[in-house]
């Protein structure tokens, strides 16, 4: 049976996600894509499902997207993006948990929305009282998590969760959303769940990859299938706004290459002034022209050719890739044949181990088992880790050769 012919697995958006407007038009089509998070056994010979895997434009409110929905319980009931692997993710988790506990009291109740290992709640628990809540579909992150006593709930945040929480429970003070509200195709049934589940007086805090960066760093290769957003600052002070929220205050992070974490409350606060100057670079960053899109998605298609022509000029070399990530999935997907290359991709994640990366297949390891004095280069998948990994390459394995960047904005090779 072909995939395709299941109206389950995806459906095709003809309407604007946030304003509901017909204008969508196409930014950069990256081909017929794996789900970039679904790692395969050795053994699994079954047919593997892919998508379309667009990106497109809304005319009226500017708003960047994904032309399809594909079904959530395929992309995220079996996930294996694990936070806690990643040293830069946990320290930005302790660095974020003081600025939440900064703004409620040392006993406040907090409820993070797709909470995977619980790191950040982890993080939340040796600095404050707070009574601690996860949400989380994917069944063995949650399982991590469970297993450092924190109540967490193994399924889909939406009105009908805050229902049954609610049943049991009282309403919360904080509601965390870490790179979340990218996932969700119907916004305002999650929105207005947060809205519901706070207190009064209760805070929102939101964390989102900057569209602006995306688009003037070329992070083209974080565009797969469980992103259905690509949020600005405005669109989601929108999004907040809709259901009675209050914006008020930003953060930058480092995550995902370049983020923003929004504040937002139920009751009336005047924008920081940080706020205020965020709002007004982003309105110069360009993220709003539809001119700039269409340089992007050429300028995308460019970097993909240059990656291709270069992995095809060293076809001799002993090379490996390092970070199975979801973004490894869509560049690698997007080179397409020359990716087989690569001898393997290392990922410090045991959960990924002896499994093959969506598409390609390659096989993922270790990196202590796929990288010793023979490979000639590293290809790195996740440019926004590359200090993390250089520094494992050079440090923990004493390994010592050409690495390859492919991103951002132009490819870059150099000697560690």
Excluded at 178 to 191: A, C, E, F, G, Y
Excluded at 196 to 213: M, P, Q, T, Y
Excluded at 356 to 370: N, Q, V
Excluded at 394 to 416: A, D
């Amino acid at each position: 049976m072909n995939p395709y012919d299941s109206v389950k697995n995806f459906d095709l958006v003809d309407e604007c996600r946030i304003c509901t407007s017909t204008k969508l038009f196409e930014v950069l089509n990256l081909g017929i894509q794996p789900l970039a998070n679904c790692l395969r056994e050795v053994s699994d010979s079954s047919m593997e499902l892919r998508f379309p895997l667009v990106l497109v434009r809304c005319a009226d409110c500017c708003s960047i997207q994904l032309s399809i929905n594909v079904n959530p319980t395929l992309m995220f009931d079996n996930y294996y993006w694990v936070t806690g692997t990643s040293s830069i993710a946990q320290e930005h988790c302790n660095y974020l948990a003081q600025e939440i506990v900064s703004r409620v009291n040392s006993s406040s109740s907090i409820l993070e929305i797709g909470s995977n290992d619980g790191t950040l709640l982890k993080s939340l628990r040796t600095i404050s009282d707070a009574k601690l809540y996860g949400v989380d579909p994917a069944k063995v992150i949650s399982n991590i998590a469970r297993e450092n006593s924190i109540d967490i709930f193994t399924e889909y945040f939406n009105e009908s969760f805050v229902t049954k929480f609610l049943e049991r429970f009282e309403r919360v003070d904080v509601v965390v959303a870490r790179n979340v509200l990218s996932h969700v195709p119907d916004l305002k049934d999650v929105v207005s769940g947060i809205s519901r589940v706070l207190n009064d007086d209760g805070i929102f805090v939101v964390e989102f990859h900057d569209a602006s960066k995306i688009l003037n760093e070329l992070h083209y290769d974080s565009i797969y299938h469980e992103h259905t957003f690509y949020h600005t600052l405005r669109s989601m002070s929108m999004i907040a706004k809709s259901a009675g929220l209050t914006p008020f205050d930003v953060l930058e992070s480092p995550i995902s290459g370049g983020s923003r974490i929004l504040f937002a409350s139920k009751s009336t606060m005047k924008p920081s002034e940080r706020m205020i100057k965020a709002l007004e670079f982003e309105e110069k960053s360009g993220v709003y022209e539809e001119s700039n899109w269409i340089d992007f998605g050429k300028a995308s298609q460019q970097n993909i050719d240059m990656v291709r022509t270069f992995l095809s000029n060293h076809k001799n070399s002993k090379i490996v890739g390092y970070g199975a990530s979801a973004r490894s999935s869509t560049l690698l997907n997007a080179i397409g044949a020359e990716s087989k290359n690569l001898a393997g991709i290392a990922d410090s994640n045991p959960l990924k181990w002896g499994k093959k990366s969506p598409g390609i297949g390659l096989m993922i390891d270790s990196p202590a088992k796929l990288i010793d004095s023979s490979v000639e280069m590293i290809f790195i998948c996740p440019f926004n880790f590359e200090k993390e990994i250089v520094d494992s390459l050079t440090n923990n394995l004493s390994w010592h050769g050409k690495v390859f960047l492919p991103l951002p904005k132009v490819p870059r090779l150099y000697i560690v």
